[in-house]
């Protein structure tokens, strides 16, 4: 796999307070994304970025923010939990972007519970 | 708009019985076309990949073949295994992202 740690691996949280998902590469690839995974959805795009600071929005993004300060670390941050962001996030980069023929490498995922 | 379209499952197969998981897309041009694998607990993997019309990809026993004709890219293996037992996604990239089916839960029984 590309080296893609994601922390934390299981949180419980309250409606209310914030969160931060943590992903980390060390294959230096450009582009990383976030994504959600819930039943009868498949993986949905939350938010990606193409580089240091450079970030855009997916299709579910209302609610989520990212930061990307350093190439190695792609943060997701729920402002506010509700129980809607109740799902399993997954990380993933690329090399380079998915116009390509490169496959994108996953992390290992984050189960999130919002009470 | 650009879709992938998959059976959803749960498909229920006894071990060395042949599999088919059918994938249909839409898209301008020809994008790439891709089979993920998550198995449980992990994240998704790179099964197999097609790049043009034709080409044939293939993995662990698994194939699927690019049909342009039919925008098709259907996933099969002719003896599936216990530990074959995964969700399965077929995808293909757009600019920047992936546009991925909605996955589908084999279970193999021994």
């Known amino acids: 796999d590309a080296g893609i740690t994601q922390s934390p691996r299981h949180k419980v949280t309250e409606t209310g307070t914030p969160v931060t998902l943590r992903c980390h590469q060390t294959e230096n690839h450009r582009y990383m994304y976030w994504y959600r995974q819930d039943p009868g959805h498949g993986l949905r795009l939350i938010h990606y970025?193409?580089?240091?600071?450079?970030?855009d929005k997916g299709e579910v993004s209302d609610g989520y923010s990212v930061s990307r300060s350093k190439t190695e670390d792609f943060l997701l941050t729920l402002e506010s939990a509700t129980s809607s962001q109740t799902s399993v996030y997954f990380c993933?980069?690329?090399?380079?972007?998915?116009?390509?023929?490169?496959?994108?490498?996953f992390g290992d995922g984050t189960r999130l519970s919002i009470l | 708009g650009d879709s992938v379209t998959q059976m959803e499952g749960p498909v229920t197969l006894s071990e060395e019985a042949f599999l088919t998981i059918n994938c249909t897309y839409t898209?301008?041009?020809?994008?790439?076309l891709f089979w993920y694998v998550q198995y449980p607990g992990e994240g998704l993997q790179l099964l197999l990949k097609?790049?043009?019309?034709?080409d044939k990809g293939s993995n662990k026993g698994f194939e699927a073949t690019y049909r342009k004709e039919t925008t098709s890219f259907h996933l099969e293996k002719g003896s599936v295994q216990v530990s074959d037992s995964a969700v399965y996604f077929c995808a293909f990239h757009r600019d920047d992202k992936i546009i991925f089916g909605k996955g589908t839960r084999l279970h193999i029984l021994p």
């Open positions: 097609a790049t043009k019309a034709d």
């Open positions: 898209a301008t041009g020809y994008p790439s």
């Open positions: 970025s193409y580089g240091v600071k450079d970030t």
């Open positions: 993933a980069t690329n090399r380079e972007g998915t116009g390509g023929i490169r496959p994108q490498h």
